[in-house]
């Protein structure tokens, strides 16, 4: 017995100012923040230690904006459950951190469709550009930010005439000096931890070992993820591919490991998927800061870029070219 087969758009389907709604909302909750520190070994001290998120920020357990961030995107997979490849995210801004406790629900709205040319021997495909807004509980903007998803087509052959020029898209307005959280305490977290001098701009780093991928499915099961190519390998291709958070967290915990007193993300400039991630695969960056500002009453903000490749049995490949703004100590 045969019915109606359950699946998201296609890349037709899709129409400018569509939006997503009724991706089920999520408490965040400690076994979350376990299950996926547990997947990405993440070392963010304010995530992992509640007396000292509690003295710095007034509020505890703090969630780790990885997790938020996967969450939010998990959640506008709604969206996107024929996706093959994301191809970037712009100007992830945080409008507030969450707490453990917190609720969140998104939005995901359609602002861009380009339609992709024809290539021998591949699928039609398209461009979707989507604007992710997640609130909590109280209405307030936790995560505001452009994600573009190439969609297949599922009349192949076919011409939507949708030709946006995605790159000129509002972006959200990234991280500054304004974004940094007024009633935190970071001098207490200096006090606390040791933090010294903030690093020096152009510094950078070779990090000492690669992380395995693994717990893939997971991963994109707890954060809500939808897709399809990340769950049934039939569908991706042959092989299974990697939420592209998974490849990003990792490439967190590898940035911590080289700059240890980091206190928080506050936004990602920019966020390139530039290859596939497969599971198996061993991630490698280079971390470097591109730019260190003072902060008045002491810290900085800094912007780092993370460049990562991987490797199973085949040569070294470029995955993701990140950068991201932080709170330094």
């Known amino acids: 017995m045969s019915g109606a087969v359950a699946e998201g ?78 191809l970037f995210y712009r100007g992830l801004v945080f409008g507030r951190l969450p707490a453990i406790g917190d609720t969140l629900r998104t939005v995901t709205e359609v602002v861009g469709l380009r339609q992709n040319r024809t290539r021998p021997g591949r699928p039609d495909t398209g461009l979707v550009a989507l604007r992710v807004t997640t609130r909590d509980q109280h209405d307030e903007i936790v995560l505001d930010f452009l994600r573009c998803a190439m969609i297949p087509l599922r009349d192949q052959g076919i011409q939507t005439g949708h030709a946006d020029v995605l790159d000129d898209l509002a972006v959200p307005l990234g991280p500054s000096p304004g974004s940094v959280p007024e009633d935190w305490d970071l001098a207490v ?27 893939a499915p997971e991963l994109a099961r707890l954060t809500l993820n939808i897709a399809r190519a990340h769950h049934d390998a039939r569908q991706a291709g042959g092989r299974r591919l990697v ?56 810290g900085a903000l800094l912007d780092i870029r993370s460049l990562v490749s991987a490797d199973a049995q085949e040569e070294p490949r470029y995955v993701l070219d990140w950068r991201f703004t932080a709170l330094y100590g």
Do not use: M, N
């Not at 505890?60 to 709604?78: F, K, M």
């Not at 152009?202 to 000492?208: I, N």
């Open 189 to 215: 977290f200096r006090a606390s931890t040791g933090a010294g001098a903030p690093p020096a701009g152009g510094s950078a780093w070779t990090v000492g070992g690669g992380d395995v991928v693994s717990s």
């Open 243 to 298: 939420y592209g958070g998974h490849t990003i967290g990792l490439a967190f915990a590898q940035v911590c490991r080289v700059l240890p007193d980091l206190v928080t993300v506050l936004g990602w400039r920019s966020c390139d998927h530039v290859g596939p991630v497969y599971e198996g695969d061993t991630l490698r960056s280079t971390v470097t800061v591109e730019r260190v500002s003072a902060l008045p009453g002491g």
């Open 9 to 86: 758009p296609w890349f037709e389907d899709f129409r400018r100012g569509q939006r997503f709604e009724r991706a089920p909302s999520v408490t965040l909750t400690s076994g979350q923040a376990a299950v996926h520190q547990s997947i990405v070994g993440d070392r963010l001290r304010l995530a992992l230690d509640d007396e000292l998120a509690g003295a710095v920020t007034g509020r505890a357990p703090l969630a780790h904006p990885g997790l938020v961030c996967d969450l939010a995107i998990g959640q506008s997979t709604l969206a996107t459950q024929h996706v093959k490849a994301i």
